[in-house]
């Protein structure tokens, strides 16, 4: 978990309400990613970002947003739209992936858990 | 598009029996394979990655995973089991081609070792 930290470790949500879960790193790494966590469904990619200002939505990104203002930060907000939100959400980072050389290692922040209740 | 397939939900070893976790895949081209591992409420933490090379991959805390082309598979071992290594297990694979560094995760391992 060493350089990333994710907070708050624990979020309670109303129904209707929007909610931003922080994501920091201090790796000085340009890539960023944001995945969903759902008991024996493995991890879902959101939302990634190679660079600042730039992001990619990933397989699951209906309902959730993301912004990318700068390279330590890669906050999620997963608003009321998200029809099923509690999960476990993992931020991860990586070096840039520079094309076929791109093997660059993700590595993870500690989690949040959402609940709605 | 590529996949993994981790076959095994729950993985049961006696401490200090070999403990040898499942993991095939599907992408094209030559993969980039990883190991992951997930302790109760925490994040993953990286275990081993193959890229290139040798296909026998050493990595942390005793592990090591074999790639085996033929067999599209990379199954991640350890010698001998400690009731310490229960936890959930990842496999992820990526191609080599393209810069977006999108991962492809398994459903996970959930390992259990009985004292």
């Known amino acids: 978990d060493g350089g990333i930290t994710q907070s708050p470790k624990y979020l309670f949500r109303k129904e209707g309400q929007n909610v931003t879960l922080s994501c920091e790193q201090n790796?000085?790494?340009?890539?960023m990613y944001w995945y969903r966590q759902d008991p024996g469904q493995g991890l879902r990619l959101i939302y990634y970002s190679q660079i600042v200002n730039d992001f990619q939505k990933g397989d699951i990104a209906e309902g959730y947003s993301v912004s990318r203002e700068k390279k330590e930060s890669f906050p999620l907000t997963v608003t009321s739209a998200q029809k099923n939100p509690t999960a476990f959400y993992l931020c991860?980072?990586?070096?840039?992936?520079?094309?076929?050389?791109?093997?660059?290692?993700?590595?993870f922040g500690p989690g949040t858990r959402l609940t709605v209740l | 598009a590529q996949s993994v397939a981790q076959p095994e939900d729950q993985v049961n070893v006696a401490e200090g029996n070999p403990l040898t976790v499942k993991c095939t895949y599907s992408v094209s081209g030559n993969p980039y394979l990883f190991w992951y591992v997930q302790y109760p409420n925490r994040g993953l933490q990286f275990l081993l990655k193959?890229?290139?090379?040798?296909?026998l991959v050493k990595g942390s805390y005793g592990f090591e995973a074999e790639f085996n082309k033929s067999q599209t598979s990379f199954h991640l071992k350890k010698p001998s089991a400690l009731v310490s290594d229960s936890a959930l297990y990842f496999c992820?694979?990526?191609?080599?081609?393209?810069?977006?560094?999108?991962?492809?995760f398994g459903k996970g391992n959930q390992v259990v070792v009985i004292p």
């Open positions: 992820a694979v990526r191609p080599p081609l393209g810069g977006n560094n999108r991962l492809a």
């Open positions: 193959y890229i290139t090379g040798d296909n």
């Open positions: 991860a980072s990586s070096t840039r992936p520079t094309g076929m050389r791109g093997t660059d290692t993700q590595y």
């Open positions: 790796l000085n790494h340009d890539a």
